[in-house]
């Protein structure tokens, strides 16, 4: 099975910053990779998808790199509404997908 | 605009069932595969079934082959999942979601509670 690790798993930081959180895969997964905003009592949200295509209606302060095992996704000048958990999530093993344990991203 | 809207959460005994839908509007059901994913506080996301356009393709986590059943309807533009013999670590948020590689958008959840 394909197992995701994703660092750190919190940070804190101020606005205005640049976040960087890296997800790492125990195989290659090529570029199947993406990347998901989850906050408290609302649904969650596809950031990118395919590694580095932002997906329709998302900041473009938002960015995500990598192919085969290591990826990350980069917010440029971290906004007040950016603050939550990120997901990557692996869609490379055919009927078989799944996610990282999570990134929050809090306050400092 | 997109909707999904989860409904049939509750709380059940251990080994007891649930069968969980989800109701879409806003775009052409037919044309995509549909998954479930579940939240749990503390624990993450946790994919638990997909199922493609037509429903001839389905796709379980291991921890709950043999015990839910992915479904759909195109008439109804719904997705179903039937879970059994549910177990305390089936308690979750569970979400339907559009998609069944990658997950946009998704509906709010309906609570599952697995508790004697």
């Known amino acids: 099975d394909i197992q995701l690790t994703q660092s750190p798993s919190s940070l804190s930081a101020s606005v205005g910053d640049r976040v960087t959180i890296t997800c790492r895969a125990n195989q290659s997964i090529s570029s199947s990779l993406n990347w998901y905003q989850v906050k408290p009592g609302k649904a969650p949200k596809l950031l990118i998808y395919v590694s580095s295509s932002l997906q329709s209606g998302v900041p473009s302060r938002f960015s995500g790199h990598g192919s085969g095992t290591d990826f990350t996704l980069t917010i440029n000048s971290l906004q007040p509404e950016d603050f939550a958990t990120y997901y990557c999530q692996q869609s490379y093993s055919p009927l078989l997908f799944s996610f990282g344990p999570g990134t929050k991203v809090d306050i400092k | 605009e997109v909707q999904l809207v989860e409904s049939g959460g509750g709380v059940v005994r251990p080994g007891g069932s649930l069968r969980l839908s989800c109701a879409v509007s806003g775009f052409i059901f037919d044309d995509y595969g549909m998954s479930w994913v579940r939240q749990v506080p503390a624990k993450g996301l946790e994919w638990v079934s997909g199922?493609?356009?037509?429903?001839?393709?389905?796709a379980y986590v291991d921890s709950v082959k043999g015990r839910f059943t992915i479904s759909r309807d195109n008439a109804k533009k719904s997705v179903y999942l039937e879970m059994n013999s549910l177990r305390a670590e089936d308690t979750a948020l569970y979400h339907c979601a559009r998609g069944f590689e990658r997950f946009d958008p998704w509906g709010q959840g309906t609570l599952v509670t697995v508790s004697s």
């Open positions: 199922i493609n356009w037509n429903g001839d393709i389905t």
